[in-house]
């Protein structure tokens, strides 16, 4: 029998319950345990911030971060980020810049520019590249994803 | 005969249209193989060697079947077989968790007899190698050669000739979805699979014919998917692995691939080396040319490239050798045999320019016969700025230095028929086209709703589209050779054009004209004639009454056509001191024949690029001579492109014909090349083999000042 | 991973007793863990109970004054990335912070695991290799592909230390804080890692029943620049195929003093004591540049590979001298 432990965590402003083992990570508990599928593992080691989640405010690869140390905290996942009636400025930005093709890195980057234009509202084009570099793409070649972050910045203004 | 119209008639096609799907994909919504749950969903993991050429004497599976939560365990080799990579499939283990699936692999015994390896086609191919291939001798494939006309006698006519060694390492395709299903049977006949491909068709066919099942009681599902660029064709062992477990068990089995069998198991793109010795004569023209080349595909696939490419030589002779190595098999990736053949030829037109004292975009424009290419290299070399570029390569003192290069590429595309359609216009106005392609994040989804509307009158978002499913029996081809919008297209306009027709015959007493009198607007029917006649498309459906019409299409091979063309021209700067190379701008001129939706098609183009981009100076698969195995089978070592590496990106869409064709390779095929060229017009040294990584860079300046 | 028991640390003397129980790899301490769960995953270390120290208060804090800085281990990279007071006045560790990984990985990294970290050598880095380091007979980088591997100070194990925080610390002459079950003791960070000729199978000096607890930055002197240059492949994330941490206190521009410490060379935080000493009372030009440059990497010991090292070494020296002196 695995040793599983309680876990109360906050979740897009909800409280959550889970039991989990201690070798799960954040990513496992979001995906298989919560059915929250958004955050995607690409890699499982920290490389390609697929499964990137804002948690307690900072950007974080969920793969590396244990269930069982979101005890108390808050998490936040690209199912809580639209209003029950329309997109995130974001989002908007995303679609409207084409700047996705296959989507499955869309959740990560959009969580990464959450946290980006969060404490940083007006970003040049420099501190985007830096601050999305823990995110990859196989498909767009970033040139839309960029744009897509500077219209959402406006669009927040 | 079909047509498109003209671009002045076209209300849709040929704009910017926002992505249909989007919505799902940036909330999170959008289920890719990864996230299908089904109830009582079991985990299925693969077992896989740690050697690379090995005889399995046993393989005892007791201790993972007693562990607590595993519900199968089966063997995918037999003793007495061998292991001949890194990676090869040795069980499968279906478990109540992942984590108890991957517990149980490492529970399972596997009794190996070692045989040695190689798994460097220098180590392969030297003297004395072991022989891992039956028939190979020294490991290499009979040479394959083809002749046009007489070399020796072309060599004669050459008045400079170029001798020189081009190498391209193996590259692995990334998707950052792995492969993977989830499969789950009905009853004993009847198997539904989410599969993370390229080909539903094909999938349903191999599994079909895997399990004696009848086509359609295979049904296949991929509603979206992370990124296939050729490597997704076909169910694979691990597909057969997650039905079978599923049938065993009784329950939906989810089997994906972790990133490190990704890179070991699931394709390639293959080696290649070039011994090339060419020759042109002193007004430019290529004369000869004489290939020498080799690869690797892995253990017992083979390693296709082009050469020559592109500019036409008349007296040619080329010889190639696939080279076996343990090593996972090469699957198509982007532009098969394209990219590396590309940066080999443009590498070689620049060093046979230079030898002829002639501006390499001069030296092409005379042995390039594409028109439409030429018409590409001027707007290329405007938007460049190609007169700013180094006339002596490498000249100046700075520690950082410029230069510009230029690359080709051409590729086929044009479609293929068998792609089935169904267009519906349903009596409340809505509309459903559906067929079995899929979208891989190409876009078709949206192109295919661009079409229908374009054709009614409607927007896009009015469309229903469905793809991705081979329940509704409309088969379409797998999505690779940048033949889907080709093959799909015609067939989907037809089909709408069909159910068009067949509304107009319902309405047209109504409006009281003929048929042919009838056009569409805006969310409206009109008689052409009498503008006051006029009825909205909500109206027009609402007398289908109690029905609804449907109609299918046919592949109009007047709407598409193959062949397409492309060059670009790149700037990058490379620091002498740390060898670090930037890409600065990059111009891609891309035809693509029709192009149905702008963006996408940027989109497109932008990402061809940068993948470029990643062959030229990141990508390269390191094996270790001493263990055999790869050393990099992870996204640390194995580095793709990130947002640092972008450029500045000028993607044209070059217009020519109005048929569609395809863009899915070709944007990805003139960049190492390209690229390789503006780093020797920057640092006047020439490197022949990718990628341009600094070690490379330094050691090639080291060896330029001694 | 395997599975493992997982405690909330509520004290140092509750952390060192645990640990004291047992050798290392059984009971393993985890702070950011963003190294630590990468090597759980690839089952290099398989810890039976894993001791969460983000738990311990007050060790996350950073703090300065007009004599240094204090940071806690478990002060996040990109705390210390984005302290005002750091990126003013020791800009070699804020920049050196700042090129670590990716955003997700500052976030959540610590300094004392920065410090820690095991080498990313694909051979340690591989379950299946029993290579030197993990108590087998071979390096296998000797014979294998040395392209990442260390050119200076390798003999037996040419790993090279992954850290970017470490050579900037040293350079900055920083001390570090250890606490065991005996009490504390301060070392200065150069101090605390060792060289394979040492101890082939560790890179610090710390017990199995150690931990490091706080970092003391003492602040540079008012004329001193510093920088840390990293070289890469790719902008981020990437490891340094060579880096360097200089400190250098100047007249004009004429060095007075310098500290140069290189990452990404050696297994250790490597300081050249001899680039130091090219420049130490000279007016730094172009040749004075190189030619600390090329003192730093007289000795070095390339393997097949890695022979660019020694040159982008060097030059990335005389690009911070000249830096230096601008």
């Not at chain 2, 692999?105 to 798994?119: D, N």
């Not at chain 3, 210390?80 to 990985?105: C, F, K, R, W």
């Amino acid at each position: 029998m695995a040793i599983k432990s309680h876990v109360q965590t906050t979740i897009n402003g909800e409280t959550v319950e889970f039991l989990c083992e201690s070798r799960q990570s954040l990513l496992e508990v979001l995906r298989d345990e919560l059915h929250l599928t958004g955050a995607k593992e690409g890699c499982n080691n920290g490389n390609c911030g697929a499964c990137s989640v804002i948690l307690d405010g900072r950007l974080v690869n969920s793969c590396l971060v244990l269930g069982v140390e979101t005890e108390g905290k808050s998490v936040e996942t690209i199912e809580g980020l639209a209003a029950p009636d329309k997109l995130h400025p974001i989002q908007d930005a995303f679609l409207e810049n084409a700047a996705l093709q296959c989507g499955i890195c869309t959740p990560g980057f959009i969580m990464s520019t959450k946290a980006l234009l969060d404490s940083n509202p007006n970003p040049t084009e420099h501190e985007i590249r830096y601050w999305l570099a823990g995110n990859l793409c196989r498909c767009t070649g970033y040139d839309k994803i960029v744009r897509a972050v500077q219209d959402a910045a406006k669009a927040s203004a | 005969m079909e047509s498109w119209g003209e671009a002045s008639e076209s209300r849709l096609i040929g704009k910017r249209i926002t992505r249909l799907s989007g919505k799902d994909k940036v909330t999170g919504k959008a289920k890719y193989t990864f996230d299908i749950n089904r109830p009582g969903m079991l985990y299925g993991r693969i077992l896989r060697s740690e050697v690379p050429h090995a005889t399995v004497m046993g393989i005892d599976m007791s201790q993972a079947e007693a562990l607590p939560g595993v519900k199968a365990v089966i063997p995918l080799i037999e003793s007495g077989k061998k292991l001949r990579y890194q990676g090869q499939e040795i069980a499968a283990v279906a478990a109540e968790t992942d984590d108890i699936a991957k517990d149980a692999l490492r529970l399972i015994q596997v009794h190996l007899e070692a045989l040695p390896h190689v798994v460097t086609e220098a180590d392969a191919m030297a003297e004395g190698a072991p022989q891992i291939r039956e028939n190979w001798a020294g490991n290499q494939s009979e040479p394959s050669i083809n002749k046009n006309r007489d070399v020796a006698a072309g060599f004669e006519e050459a008045a400079v000739e170029v001798e020189a060694t081009y190498h391209t390492p193996v590259q692995t395709h990334v998707c950052l979805e792995t492969h993977g299903h989830v499969a789950e049977w009905e009853d004993e006949q009847n198997l539904t699979v989410w599969a993370s491909t390229q080909g539903v068709f094909g999938v349903r066919r191999d599994l079909a014919q895997y399990f004696g099942l009848p086509p359609n009681q295979v049904r296949v599902i991929t509603e979206h998917m992370g990124g296939g660029f050729g490597s997704k064709f076909g169910p694979g062992s691990e597909g057969e692995a997650a039905a079978k477990l599923a049938r065993i068990t009784g329950k939906a089995v989810k089997l994906m691939l972790t990133r490190k069998d990704e890179h070991l198991v699931a394709g390639n793109r293959p080696s290649m080396t070039q011994h090339v010795r060419a020759g042109a004569t002193r007004d430019g023209r290529l004369i000869a040319y004489d290939m020498r080349g080799y690869g690797t595909g892995g253990i017992s696939s083979g390693a296709g490239f082009v050469g020559p490419y592109v500019y036409h030589v008349p007296n040619t002779r080329t010889e190639r050798v696939n080279v076996a190595v343990n090593a996972g098999n090469q699957r198509a990736m982007r532009a098969p045999g394209h990219p590396q053949g590309a940066f080999a030829m443009d590498s070689l037109m620049d060093e046979l320019a230079e030898k002829l004292g002639m501006n390499p975009l001069e030296f092409r424009r005379i042995n390039d016969s594409s028109e439409v290419r030429q018409a590409q290299y001027t707007l290329g070399a405007q938007e460049i700025g190609w007169h700013r570029r180094n006339n002596v390569p490498g000249a100046g003192n700075g520690v950082k230095k410029r230069g510009m290069g230029v690359g080709s590429g051409q590729w086929g595309g044009g479609g293929g028929r068998g792609t089935e359609a169904r267009v519906t216009i349903n009596a409340d106005g809505t509309v459903e086209a559906v067929t079995g392609t899929q979208d891989i994040g190409t876009g078709i989804r949206t192109a295919i709703a661009i079409i229908v509307a374009e054709e009614f009158g409607l927007a896009p978002t009015d469309i229903t589209v469905k793809v991705g499913d081979s329940a509704p029996g409309l088969p379409s081809g797998g999505s690779g050779g940048s033949q889907t919008t080709a093959s799909v297209a015609p067939v989907i306009k037809t089909a709408a054009a069909a159910a068009k027709q067949k509304l107009f015959e319902h309405i047209a007493p109504l409006l009281e004209a003929p048929v042919a009198d009838l056009r569409v607007g805006t969310g409206i029917i009109y008689v052409a004639s009498d503008r006051t006649k006029t009825i909205t498309w909500q109206q027009a459906a609402g007398q289908l009454g109690m029905e609804s019409i449907s109609e299918g299409g046919h592949w109009a091979e007047e709407l598409r056509k193959g062949v397409v063309a492309g060059t670009q021209f790149a700037e990058v700067e490379v620091d002498t001191q740390t060898g670090a190379v930037k890409l600065i701008k990059i111009v891609a001129v891309q035809d693509c024949g029709l192009a149905i939706n702008r963006l996408t098609t940027e989109s497109q183009i932008n990402g061809g690029v940068i993948m470029g981009l990643g062959q030229a100076l990141l990508e390269e698969r390191f094996m270790d001579a001493q263990t055999g195995r790869m050393l990099n089978a992870n996204l640390e070592d194995y580095k793709i492109p990130g947002t640092f590496e972008i450029p500045e990106i000028k993607s044209i869409v070059f217009d020519t014909h109005r048929k569609v064709t395809g863009i899915g390779e070709p944007p990805c095929i003139p960049t190492p090349g390209a690229i390789a060229n503006a780093v020797y017009n920057a640092i006047g040294v020439r490197i022949r083999e990718l990628p341009l990584t600094p070690d490379r860079i330094l050691t090639a300046l080291a060896e330029k000042k001694a | 991973m395997e599975k493992f028991s997982y405690v909330n640390a509520t004290s140092l003397e509750q952390v060192t007793s645990l640990l004291s129980d047992s050798g290392w790899g059984e009971v393993m301490v985890i702070a950011g863990g963003t190294d630590l769960l990468g090597e759980l995953k690839e089952y290099i270390e398989t810890p039976k109970t894993l001791i969460n120290l983000k738990t311990l208060p007050g060790m996350d804090s950073i703090s300065a004054d007009g004599s240094g800085l204090k940071i806690g281990a478990l002060a996040t990279v990109a705390d210390i990335a984005m302290y005002p007071e750091i990126q003013n006045h020791y800009t070699v560790l804020a920049q050196a912070a700042g090129s670590v990984a990716t955003p997700q990985i500052r976030n959540v990294g610590t300094l004392g695991g920065n410090l820690c970290q095991r080498p990313r050598c694909w051979y340690y880095r591989d379950e299946t290799v029993d290579c030197l380091k993990k108590g087998g007979e071979l390096c296998y980088a000797i014979e294998g592909l040395s392209k990442y591997h260390a050119i200076l100070g390798g003999d037996p194990v040419y790993i090279v230390h992954p850290s970017d925080i470490a050579p900037a610390l040293i350079a900055l002459g920083a001390s570090l804080k250890i606490v065991g079950p005996e009490g504390e003791k301060t070392m200065s960070v150069e101090e605390f890692f060792t060289l394979p000729a040492t101890n082939p199978y560790r890179e610090n000096v710390l017990e199995p029943n150690e931990i490091v607890v706080e970092v003391q930055v003492p602040h540079p002197k008012s004329n001193a620049k510093s920088f840390y240059l990293k070289a890469r492949e790719k902008g981020a994330p990437d490891f340094a195929l060579a880096s360097v941490a200089g400190v250098f206190e100047m007249e004009g521009n004429t060095c007075q003093a310098a500290s140069i410490v290189l990452g990404g060379v050696a297994p250790a935080p490597w300081r050249s004591t001899e680039a130091e000493a090219a420049l130490t009372g000279k007016m730094i030009t172009e040749s004075v540049s190189m030619q600390a440059g090329e003192d730093a990497v007289k000795d070095a010991q390339p393997l097949n590979d890695n022979a660019y090292k020694v040159t982008l070494t060097r030059n990335l020296i005389s690009r911070a001298a000249m830096m230096a002196a601008k």
